[in-house]
């Protein structure tokens, strides 16, 4: 029982993108609505991205980066309640962390891609 969820676990991390596009249509076929379904399927796999990304990290680069990424989520959360703070004078926190939740959605993303590749390239080249 222990293996299977190790191995589900392995496959979430080494396939978010496949685990993205069958919860979308999955949520597509549940919700009826494709923009709904879209924004759902990104909430719910952003967290696997931050780990895939953590653990391609580590593999290629052999160090301990999930302070990093703790810190740098901070980092933009912070940026985001100043800029709030600064065109309205009043903190929405709600709304901020929808929209660290879809920067890092984005950023992971394309970060997963990259280090996909460079790890892709790294092993034909060496």
């Known amino acids: 029982m222990v293996d299977f969820f190790i191995i589900l676990l392995a496959f979430f991390i080494t396939a978010p993108i496949l685990i993205t596009i069958l919860t979308y249509y999955s949520l597509k076929f549940m919700y009826q609505n494709p923009i709904k379904a879209f924004h759902k399927s990104i909430n719910w796999t952003t967290i696997i ?26 980092c933009i959360l912070t940026i985001i309640v100043i800029l709030q703070w600064r065109n309205n004078l009043e903190i929405n926190y709600q709304k901020a962390l929808k929209l660290l939740w879809r920067i890092s959605f984005l950023f992971f993303f394309v970060l997963y891609i990259i280090l996909v590749l460079y790890g892709i390239l790294r092993g034909v080249l060496v």
Not at 54 to 71: H, K, M, P, R, W
Request: charged share 5%; no cysteine.
């Open 49 to 74: 991205y931050i780990i895939a990304v953590n653990t391609l990290l580590s593999y290629l680069f052999e160090g301990a980066y999930i302070g990093y990424i703790i810190v740098f989520m901070l």
